[in-house]
């Protein structure tokens, strides 16, 4: 028998292409020198997919006619059709869970940095302004705020226990109560922004999100307001966030995503009260490698036993 062909569309950590290539016929596109000629030389041999940020769309996978799996490098896989793919008989996986503690410290890092500015304060001493000048006192405090989060699912939770620690109790909006949490719950999202000042958003990107951080619900959280989106970049309407921020309609804003990832807008980069991240939330190498082997793990076990260990929801399978 021949080895399973597994497609890369883009570049993967080599903790994961190590082990695949050990076991499959890996294809790095990344690697080729004429990508679209290696995609039609073994589009008949893919059987599955590993993928971290491309686009994996109907079209995509169609002209793969044996693809059985997608993995996912990452819990939100809004780039990846995985409704189409439940129509084609394709699984998709994610990676859940493994990733829920580091992206909430860094969320309550982010939250942190914002409120206090304390990337300006690190550029106070740096510059050598503050031979000359105390750093300016912060205008707010997390101290007496009242943080409301959108999205109060795997992340959501972990970022709430933390703001507890921090003697915040957080309230929360999503579609659907979480029965099981005593934090009060909003099933309106400018009902809570209205009556919060500050707004993480922690919800999956895609069509049923976006846009969702509007100019309605900036004007509810109004003046002392600050948002952090740790969630996509499509979640947010960038402009009129950028609009609100030049307009002073809220206050600052923490921002680990972006519409257009790496491309930053000019007008967010010239604000000196936000703070801007790279997209780390994961970013640390214990938690990346923990994400790399669930994206290995869930191929090799499609490959022996014909179940994967976290498909996503809209997966017809079941569980191992
Ligand atoms: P999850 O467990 O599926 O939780 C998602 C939460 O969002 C649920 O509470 C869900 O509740 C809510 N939600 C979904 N659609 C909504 C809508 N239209 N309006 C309001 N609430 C909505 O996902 P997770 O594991 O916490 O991850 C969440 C997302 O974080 C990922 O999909 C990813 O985009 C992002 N993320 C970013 C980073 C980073 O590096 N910045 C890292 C990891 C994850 P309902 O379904 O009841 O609405
Ligand atoms: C990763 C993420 O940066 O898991 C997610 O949804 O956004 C992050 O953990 C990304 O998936 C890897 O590129």
Redesign the pocket.
């Known amino acids: 028998m021949p080895k399973p062909t597994v497609l890369a569309p883009a570049a993967l950590p080599a903790l994961i292409t190590e082990q695949l290539s050990d076991r499959y016929e890996l294809i790095e596109l990344a690697e080729a020198d004429d990508a679209a000629g290696v995609l039609a030389e073994c589009a008949e041999r893919v059987r599955a997919i590993v993928t971290?940020?491309a686009v994996v769309d109907r079209a995509y996978m169609e002209a793969l006619p044996n693809l059985q799996i997608v993995a996912?490098?990452?819990?939100?896989?809004?780039k990846v059709d995985a409704a189409a793919a439940a129509e084609l008989g394709v699984i998709v996986t994610?990676?859940p869970d493994v990733?829920n503690e580091?992206?909430a410290d860094t969320t309550l890092g982010l939250l942190l940095m914002t409120i206090r500015q304390l990337p300006q304060a690190d550029q106070h001493v740096r510059t050598g302004a503050w031979v000359n000048d105390a750093f300016p006192l912060t205008p707010s405090s997390l101290q007496g705020r009242k943080v409301g989060i959108i999205g109060m699912g795997r992340i959501g939770e972990a970022i709430a226990r933390r703001l507890e620690a921090f003697g915040v109790v957080p309230v929360y909006h999503t579609r659907t109560q979480r029965s099981h949490l005593d934090y009060t719950y909003y099933d309106n999202l400018l009902a809570m922004a209205s009556d919060v000042d500050t707004l993480i958003v922690i919800v999956?990107?895609g069509p049923a999100t976006q846009n969702l951080i509007n100019r309605e619900v900036l004007e509810a959280l109004g003046e002392n307001g600050i948002l952090v989106n740790v969630a996509?970049g499509s979640v947010v309407d960038e402009p009129a966030l950028i609009k609100a921020l030049q307009d002073k309609v809220i206050l600052s804003a923490g921002l680990d995503?972006f519409a257009d990832e790496p491309n930053v807008p000019q007008a967010l980069i010239d604000m000196e009260h936000v703070v801007l991240l790279p997209?780390?939330?994961?970013?640390s190498v214990p938690?990346?490698n923990a994400?790399g082997q669930l994206v290995v793990d869930n191929i090799v076990s499609w490959f022996q036993t014909g179940a994967p260990v976290t498909p996503v929801a809209e997966t017809p399978v079941t569980v191992l």
Request: aromatic share 8%; with cysteine.
């Open positions: 971290q940020g996912n490098f990452g819990v939100g896989y809004d994610n990676t990733l580091e992206v999956p990107g996509r995503v997209h780390v939330g994961s970013a938690c990346r994400m």
